[in-house]
């Protein structure tokens, strides 16, 4: 199995996602990896650790995601594995609920996520988000 992180998703996958018919609640699994230190493109003077810039992002994000209908569900730090093999572990596991995927789309387009998004950028070195459905109807 081979695994990539990733910053953005290809225009394919993006619209596969989004082209789907099945909308309803649903969990985004998301897996940070954490660079060092934070790369902000427009202020290379900015010192600070990505995992620091990506705290930045992710507390005015829960806030969106509050405001979209959704809630995070959890977030927490990757302490150890005791099942399977990766080649490098993620740094942090975040669960966040959203209403649909039309809720999901409407935040990322939002000028309020434009403005927060570069300290995710910043942060991250790659993350993966799996959209995951309940099993009960």
């Given at each position: 199995?081979?695994?990539?992180?990733?910053?953005?998703?290809?225009?394919?996958?993006?619209?596969?996602?989004?082209?789907?018919?099945?909308?309803?609640?649903?969990?985004?699994?998301?897996?940070?990896?954490?660079?060092?230190?934070?790369?902000?493109?427009?202020?290379?003077?900015?010192?600070?650790?990505?995992?620091?810039?990506?705290?930045?992002?992710?507390?005015a994000v829960s806030r969106l995601v509050e405001a979209g209908g959704g809630r995070i569900v959890f977030d927490g730090?990757?302490?150890?594995?005791?099942?399977?093999?990766?080649?490098?572990?993620?740094?942090?596991?975040?669960?966040?609920?959203?209403?649909?995927?039309?809720?999901?789309?409407?935040?990322?387009?939002?000028?309020?996520?434009?403005?927060?998004?570069?300290?995710?950028?910043?942060?991250?070195?790659?993350?993966?988000?799996?959209?995951?459905?309940?099993?009960?109807?």
């Amino acid at each position: 199995m081979e695994v990539t992180n990733a910053l953005y998703p290809p225009k394919e996958q993006f619209e596969e996602f989004f082209s789907t018919g099945d909308d309803g609640p649903y969990v985004m699994v998301n897996l940070l990896k954490f660079r060092e230190k934070a790369v902000y493109d427009d202020n290379p003077s900015i010192d600070i650790t990505g995992r620091e810039a990506y705290e930045i992002y992710g507390e005015a994000v829960s806030r969106l995601v509050e405001a979209g209908g959704g809630r995070i569900v959890f977030d927490g730090h990757v302490t150890g594995m005791i099942l399977g093999e990766v080649e490098e572990m993620w740094d942090m596991v975040a669960l966040a609920e959203y209403p649909s995927k039309a809720a999901f789309m409407e935040m990322m387009m939002s000028p309020e996520w434009a403005a927060i998004e570069r300290h995710r950028t910043a942060g991250l070195e790659g993350q993966l988000n799996i959209r995951t459905v309940s099993r009960k109807p």
